[in-house]
């Protein structure tokens, strides 16, 4: 066996060791318990850390955040918490009018779906206690809520038979007008998000299109006057087997 | 980098964050501050490296930069457990608050490096980047953290009994 060191216990601790040296630095511990009492207690660090702070990564993003990585430009003014509530309209604002910046740069309105629908989904989705506006239980008033505000009539797919369930919806401000999100989940409590709006492009349909916007996955297309996008952090052949579901739900 | 890519790492960056400040506020000014510092260096930033590293090394760019300003030395004093989040997971109460006091105690550099490697799961090589210093420091900084929180949380364990007896 070769001598086994003190960053090999950490390595182990860590779980960065090949397979080849687990074994040694397993064999290691087994002859040497005050070894393995430290490395024992060193893994139960890493899992109280993260018992204790992995919630914060499901905690909404504080709108100010969001801002903050949207601003083309650092500035210097900084937005307090406390008045935070009072600028949430005007933040979803803020942020559809930084896609609605960069939309100038872009040849097309398409070309801005999947990016827009991306950051609605990182947005919404991860909140807990109001992912949604109007929730499943009032679907039909959602639909049609949201067909008036578009000033189109909208469908929410079902995805029951993929095993996400309808959460709800919401009204968002986009670079040309409302917007309306659909959200799903499953028993996993995955989230999946149906972005659309109203998308009057010359082409009267596009095929199916695929972007990754750093980790979420969004299949997106547009009918007969509507831009899709369905934004997942779930793997790539699953939320296309997804979104061709809606799609032909939505365009039979 | 898009605006996208940005927002998908505002999570990991805040959970680093709180550990590292312990404080909510303090710890969203450091993300905030961190943000900003990025999309005002985006000229720096190569579009083939790894984006997640380079945030966490402009965060602890400002985290060092805060730890020498006297006027904010209570980010690392431990106040009263006032604002402790209840876990909703196995831990007890109890545990989360012996958490947060034993990492307030370790010095800055040795909690940093339990955070980077322990929390965010960054290989040491990328840590040692991330800090600016080589990777043997890691591994001793890394080494002095473990024991010493091994030390504190076994330590109140045995006070514990001792007060129950």
Redesign the interface.
Known sequence: MNHIN??DL??YA?G?LPADRRAEVEAWLAAHPEDAA?VQ??IA??R??????????N?P??L???R????????PV?WY?AAAALFVVAGVGFLGY??GL?SAEAPALFATLP?AA??AH??YS?EQRHPVEVDAQHADHLVAWLSKRLGHELHAPDFKKQGFELLGGRLLPGETGPVAQFMYQDGLNRRITLYVRRDEAKQAETSFRHAR????EVFYWVDRGLGYALSGNVDQAEMGRLADAAYRQISP | M???????H???L??YA??LARDA?RA??L??DT??????KLDLWRPDSDLRAWLFTLMHNLFVNQMRSPSNQPLCELDEANDV?V?????EAL??RD??AALAKLPPEQREV??L???E?F??ADAARILGVPPGTV?SR??RA??R??QM??GQQVTKLQVVK
């Open positions: 003190e960053d950490h390595a860590d960065l430290r207690s060193w660090q890493n109280a850390l993260h018992a204790v702070f992995d919630e914060v990564l905690e993003l504080p100010e955040l969001v903050a990585a949207s601003r083309r430009q650092a500035k900084r918490r930084g896609i960069r990016q991306a950051i990182v947005v991860p916007e750093d980790g979420v | 898009s605006q996208a890519e940005l927002i998908q505002i999570p990991r805040r959970r709180r550990a506020a969203d000014d993300v905030q943000l900003e510092r990025a999309l005002a989040p876990s909703g997971g196995q831990m545990v989360v958490i947060h339990m955070l490697v322990g929390l799961q290989a040491y591994m890394l080494s473990r024991e929180m091994r949380l076994e």
